[in-house]
């Protein structure tokens, strides 16, 4: 069991190990849900991705530019399985 100390401004610091269980990485947020008897659960808040996050995602990985005619070619194999 770890055992954390509450600063005067309610503030709590994890340590290293813990935040390595729970799989956090600096600059992440944590998710807490508070439980009945004043228990909470802890974990990783796990980001949901939008359509806006995707559209960038590949952005400056390649200097090629592909057509439209290109764009719809490489959809119409990835749906028949070819590549």
Do not use: S
């Not at 008897?37 to 592909?66: C, E, N, P, S, Y």
């Amino acid at each position: 069991m770890t055992i954390l100390t509450v600063t005067a401004r309610g503030q709590v610091t994890f340590r290293k190990e813990v935040l390595q269980h729970l799989g956090i990485k600096p600059g992440e947020k944590i998710e807490l849900d508070l439980l009945p008897d004043g228990r909470g659960m802890l974990k990783a808040a796990r980001q949901t991705g939008t359509i806006d996050d995707f559209v960038g995602l590949l952005a400056g990985r390649t200097k090629k530019v592909a057509t439209i005619e290109e764009i719809n070619a490489a959809t119409a194999q990835g749906w028949v399985g070819k590549k």
